[in-house]
């Protein structure tokens, strides 16, 4: 009871600091996310009517510079909640009386509050018209900041998604061999090896100016994506703390490894593991459906690229976790980021088999919007 009323204590005084009206009433966890501590707040306002927040503290060891990151959130919220129409739900995180949508605390935590949106959340799913209202929200998330200027923004992690870097630091890794491990993944190491080139072309495209920047979610799970309970319709794209620029192509990318795998990320019968054509096809005609009016060709011709490389480059991450001691990835228990590297990697020999159809379904979304 003593931690209930000192956690209720202190969102009432921090809810003071955003201008909130009453005083905290009840909270509950949210454990969703992996990274930031969640809450739900209601609130009894002074007419008696309860109102619900989310109050979330700000993971400062993951986002070394918490005030960049909510300065991008703020310049992009702001942008959308000017674009959006009557029917939608734009994200809304509130300010204190200097104009921030952030505060520390006496402790050095960081907090922010957004107000709450009732809906629900798929961590995985099999219903293609989910998958389909996944891809528009994402889509459109891209479409309506596609005039604004990426370059505005703070890179919150440099070189988040430049897999030609990331090549290079995992095979410096596998030269030095820290810990002994390179011996018993040879087969692994030499596949990524084969495919360097091929996962390498993106960061070249980008660095030789030959597909755009633009502003990008950089985390396309769909469980980043709130649905209308009732209506089944997509309200929103949350978890905005990775938006930078970056390449839409990485955001279908992403989104397609996670959502389109006919297993989890790290299933150990590798047999399994593959990419579902159907899951495929539903998220790009969101995505693709959404953007294709405003994306280059080369952004379009580069789409199924853009999955084989993310997927590629999560397995090496997962490998140069392994062989460099576990340092990185959460692990439950021994070998598990072997177990994630050999499923990354059958997922993408899978795609690579099915670059051709990969390419071809988006191709013809593109063809409706009949710009190509």
Not at 314 to 331: M, P
Request: net charge negative; aromatic share 10%.
């Amino acid at each position: 009871m003593f931690l209930m009323d000192s956690m209720l204590s202190f969102f009432s005084s921090l809810g003071e600091k955003f201008s909130l009206r009453g005083e905290a009433t009840s909270y509950t966890p949210i454990n969703n996310g992996n990274i930031n501590s969640t809450y739900k707040v209601t609130y009894l306002r002074p007419d008696g009517v309860e109102k619900n927040y989310l109050f979330q503290k700000v993971n400062t060891y993951v986002f070394k510079h918490p005030e960049a990151v909510m300065e991008n959130i703020d310049a992009v919220t702001t942008y959308l909640r000017d674009a959006a129409g009557i029917d939608e739900t734009p994200l809304h995180f509130h300010h204190t009386a200097d104009r921030k949508n952030y505060v520390y605390t006496e402790s050095g935590d960081c907090w922010r509050v957004g107000n709450y949106i009732k809906s629900v959340t798929y961590n995985e799913c099999d219903d293609l018209n989910v998958l389909r209202h996944a891809g528009e929200a994402f889509g459109k998330f891209q479409m309506r900041l596609s005039d604004f200027n990426a370059k505005s923004l703070h890179d919150i992690i440099p070189d988040f998604h430049n897999t030609k870097k990331r090549l290079d630091h995992f095979f410096a890794d596998v030269d030095a061999d820290p810990v002994g491990r390179v011996g018993e993944v040879r087969a692994e190491i030499e596949f990524i090896r084969e495919n360097r080139e091929l996962c390498s072309k993106l960061s070249e495209d980008a660095e030789a100016g030959r597909i755009p920047l633009r502003v990008t979610h950089n985390d396309t799970k769909i469980n980043n994506v709130l649905f209308d309970a009732e209506t089944g319709e997509p309200l929103t794209v949350i978890d905005l703390d990775t938006v930078m620029p970056g390449l839409s192509v990485h955001d279908f990318g992403d989104a397609v490894r996670f959502a389109a795998s006919t297993a989890a990320e790290d299933e150990p019968d590798t047999s399994k593991i593959a990419l579902d054509l159907d899951k495929y096809r539903a998220f790009a005609e969101g995505f693709v459906g959404e953007t294709a009016s405003s994306l280059t060709k080369e952004e379009i011709d580069a789409m199924a690229l853009g999955a084989v490389t993310i997927t590629f480059e999560l397995a090496s991450r997962f490998l140069d976790d392994y062989i460099t001691g576990d340092k990185y990835f959460k692990v439950n228990y021994p070998g598990h980021n072997l177990v994630r590297t050999r499923a990354q990697l059958k997922l993408a020999s899978d795609m690579l088999a099915k670059y051709d159809e990969m390419q071809a379904i988006v191709q013809e979304i593109a063809a409706r919007q009949k710009r190509w």
